[in-house]
């Protein structure tokens, strides 16, 4: 029943954004697109699992994630496009400037309930302890936030919130301060848990683990991004929704594999991969904007050519660095793949020195069976006649 009405709900909120685009000039957005594909994938979970928890909670996340930026659009819309005639103005406005902290209190409830959402007794006391803390940061923001948009002018920015937005002070201040520094103790606690059940978990539930893992790396990644190149413009600031993207969808999507049990994909490959390209965009990023920094400050190139040039540079380390940076990582992350490959290397070196035949077929079947250990091998040789 609850699957139902939340998903009645996803679809509610889907079909409002759509109105709303048009209000605030800006028919599609990134971050409910990212909602509607979150929440369908817990609704996706549901159906294979109908009484898992963790389904629920990625639907609630997605419909938080809609419900924000439907409000933030619509505040865009009241007063930047139709200057405050629109009513609940005031609520959306609210809603953008304030709820923002929801966004990120709920993930971690997600990985501590990972993967059917049951829970000891003592973790269900740190549980309730935790919602019971969010649910003071979202009081106390909006109570505060609420108190200090009366009577006075509301300017907003183009992502729905106020353009000076001072927050809570004094004692309040103090208490939101020690409450999100609580949360963070929190975050830790959840990933402890989850670590220690991975070291003692096996098969199946050690697969699961390792893509939760896989998908709150990425996800850390995604929003460290997102913070970095949340000021930049142009092709950084196109990367910076990209980052905002991964940082979001990364867990759900991997949550969704982990828990639907599907093993069309290597988990190993997958975080290597992840861990990779991670390490290789940080380091091209710096790189681009330390040349384009160089060159317009101090060499005083234009900065139409020093865009250019760095992104030469950039684009020609690229597979290189990925080379050498995929090496490394496979090494720690892709150990099967990474020896499987050696050998591979060097049967292939061994070959070229060899001529009898029969010793060419007992190392073939010898390097096949350390590289993919199958149950069986045979080799078949044409005799020519």
């Known amino acids: 029943m609850a699957r139902r009405w939340l998903g009645a709900l996803v679809l509610v909120l889907a079909g409002l954004s759509v109105p709303i685009g048009v209000l605030a000039r800006k028919p599609v957005d990134p971050l409910a697109l990212l909602g509607i594909l979150v929440a369908a994938l817990g609704l996706l979970i549901a159906r294979r699992q109908s009484g898992n928890r963790i389904a629920l909670l990625l639907t609630g996340y997605g419909a938080l994630l809609v419900f924000y930026e439907n409000a933030a659009r619509y505040a865009v819309a009241d007063y930047n496009v139709h200057h405050g005639t629109l009513p609940l103005g005031f609520p959306a406005v609210l809603i953008a400037s304030e709820l923002w902290s929801g966004l990120f209190l709920m993930p971690p409830l997600i990985i501590l309930l990972f993967p059917d959402g049951m829970l000891p007794p003592r973790w269900r006391i740190v549980a309730r302890a935790y919602l019971a803390l969010c649910a003071l940061i979202i009081a106390i923001l909006l109570g505060n936030g609420a108190w200090a948009m009366r009577g006075a002018r509301i300017v907003v920015q183009k992502n729905g919130q106020l353009v000076n937005n001072p927050g809570p002070s004094g004692a309040l201040g103090f208490v939101l301060v020690i409450a999100f520094l609580a949360v963070l103790v929190f975050w830790v606690l959840f990933v402890l848990r989850q670590v220690l059940s991975w070291r003692r978990a096996t098969g199946e539930r050690r697969a699961q683990l390792k893509w939760l893992m896989a998908g709150s790396v990425a996800t850390v990644i995604g929003l460290?991004?997102?913070?970095?190149?949340?000021?930049?413009?142009g092709l950084l600031g196109a990367l910076d929704n990209v980052m905002l993207g991964l940082g979001i969808f990364s867990l759900p999507v991997c949550i969704t594999f982990a828990i639907s049990k599907y093993h069309l994909y290597d988990i190993d490959r997958i975080i290597s991969r992840t861990v990779a390209y991670a390490i290789v965009t940080g380091v091209l990023v710096g790189l681009y904007a330390g040349l384009v920094l160089l060159a317009t400050r101090l060499l005083s190139f234009q900065t139409p050519v020093a865009v250019a040039a760095s992104t030469l540079v950039a684009a020609a380390l690229f597979n290189p660095l990925r080379h050498r940076v995929q090496l490394r990582v496979d090494r720690r992350f892709n150990r099967t793949r990474y020896d499987a490959e050696q050998m591979v290397d060097a049967f292939a070196a061994r070959l070229k020195d060899t001529v009898d035949l029969e010793s060419v077929r007992d190392d073939l079947a010898a390097a096949v069976h350390q590289a993919l250990v199958p149950?069986?091998?045979?080799?078949?040789?044409?005799?020519?006649?």
């Not at 460290?224 to 413009?233: N, P």
């Not at 149950?375 to 006649?385: G, L, M, P, R, T």
């Open 224 to 233: 460290l991004g997102t913070f970095l190149l949340q000021s930049f413009s």
């Open 375 to 385: 149950a069986h091998v045979s080799v078949w040789i044409k005799q020519d006649h």
